[in-house]
């Protein structure tokens, strides 16, 4: 009796070794064919301050990182990475070998040159990065005067009410498909653009919505020149208002040559009732 079930019991054992051999067998298998899953296709949408391929050299830059199963435990159990001017990314899966990394950049208005060093701020005036970079689109702003800046915290400016003005302005730039390369406040605040070699006073914040619209109507006409366009007299309700612009100095002229007189152009524009 005992010897019936002893060969009973070795009978068993030998079938749970042959159970957890074939197991185990097939894991080690689906172990060496997920090691060689790996992510071939990567589209990125939202990102503005980054072209596609430096999204994808900085999410998966390694064999380990493009490896399916790695970067989907990772991307939904570990830390994300940190991208400067990136809110937060996300990562989709559109196949075993496919994703699509859908990135949430910051909101960022402007910068200012600081200590070597550009500082970008976002539409409240908290710096959200400090970089030597600078991104086309992003204007420079000057003329706020500070003493001391910290990093993920407000510019110290004297009136908060400046940066409702820069937000303003960048959205509107947007909208008429304009690009500013500076944006420069004087001592009473009021605002001055620099686009290309043209200098744009546009005054206090008093309908600069309208002003911008002006703005685009009269630049195809002066593309391409050197001087200082005046729109800080432009008034709402004229029908007809005539706006000023100086060309910059020309260069001096070779000896026994008449210098040429500046030129002032006059440009007029019929404002909406």
Known sequence: ??????????????KFLMMFGMAAAALVLALLAAANITIREMSVTGNAFYTNEEIRDMLFDTPLKRN????YLNNRFGEHQTIPFVERYQIEFRSLSSVEVIVYEKNIVGYIEYLGSN????????IVES?????EGVPIVA?????????????????QDVFEVLLNLTQL???????????????????????????????????LDLKIGELKNILPQIEGLSGTLYLEGYQENSINTAYVFKKDEEKAPEPETEPEPETETNTNTESPD
């Open 143 to 159: 003329g706020l005067h500070l003493d001391h800046v910290i990093l993920y915290q407000k510019l110290p400016v004297e009136r």
């Open 131 to 135: 970089s030597s970079r600078v991104i």
């Open 68 to 71: 399916t199963i790695y970067c």
């Open 119 to 126: 500082l970008f701020f976002d539409r409240d005036g908290m």
């Open 173 to 207: 730039f947007e909208r008429y498909e304009i690009r500013a390369d500076k944006i420069f406040f004087d001592k009473n605040f009021n605002a001055q653009v620099v686009i290309d070699n043209i200098t744009v006073r546009l005054g206090d914040d008093e309908n």
């Open 1 to 14: 009796m005992n010897q019936i079930k002893e060969r009973k019991h070795r009978r068993s054992f030998k």
